[in-house]
Nanobody, 125 residues
Framework: EVQLVESGGGLVQDGGSLRLSCAASGFTFDDYAIGWFRQAPGKEREGVSCISSRDGSTYYPDSVKGRFTISSDNAKNTVYLQMNSLKPEDTANYYC??????????????????WGQGTQVTVSS
């Protein structure tokens, strides 16, 4: 059974930090890239990062570049998203998703094969 389980969300003040984790199981981790998306109430889903488990290449949109860092521990089949200098506009439910490395990182949720249930991040002003 394929599973992607997010953890590490919570409530943090403006300017604070959080580290999200995504534990993957049920598929060959090295054959997939892992992306993080977020969705806030009333807003569209937004891709915020992606990493290829095979070669470590990463992707960030301008909205989080320099503040968020994605990393992968292939021995643990886990991907992390370190989020620094958080802002109230970062408040959202954060999801991790898996896409074949043959396809590559995408900023479209519809391109991903698997996703988790999400973890809530709330940044207070």
């Amino acid at each position: 059974e394929v599973q992607l389980v997010e953890s590490g969300g919570g409530l943090v003040q403006d300017g604070g930090s959080l580290r999200l984790s995504c534990a993957a199981s049920g598929f060959t981790f090295d054959d997939y890239a892992i992306g993080w998306f977020r969705q806030a109430p009333g807003k569209e889903r937004e891709g915020v990062s992606c990493i290829s488990s095979r070669d470590g290449s990463t992707y960030y949109p301008d909205s989080v570049k320099g503040r968020f860092t994605i990393s992968s521990d292939n021995a643990k089949n886990t991907v992390y998203l370190q989020m620094n200098s958080l802002k109230p506009e970062d408040t959202a439910n954060y999801y991790c998703l898996a896409i074949p490395t043959s396809v590559g990182c995408s900023d479209r949720w519809e391109d991903y094969d698997y996703w988790g249930q999400g973890t809530q991040v709330t940044v207070s002003s």
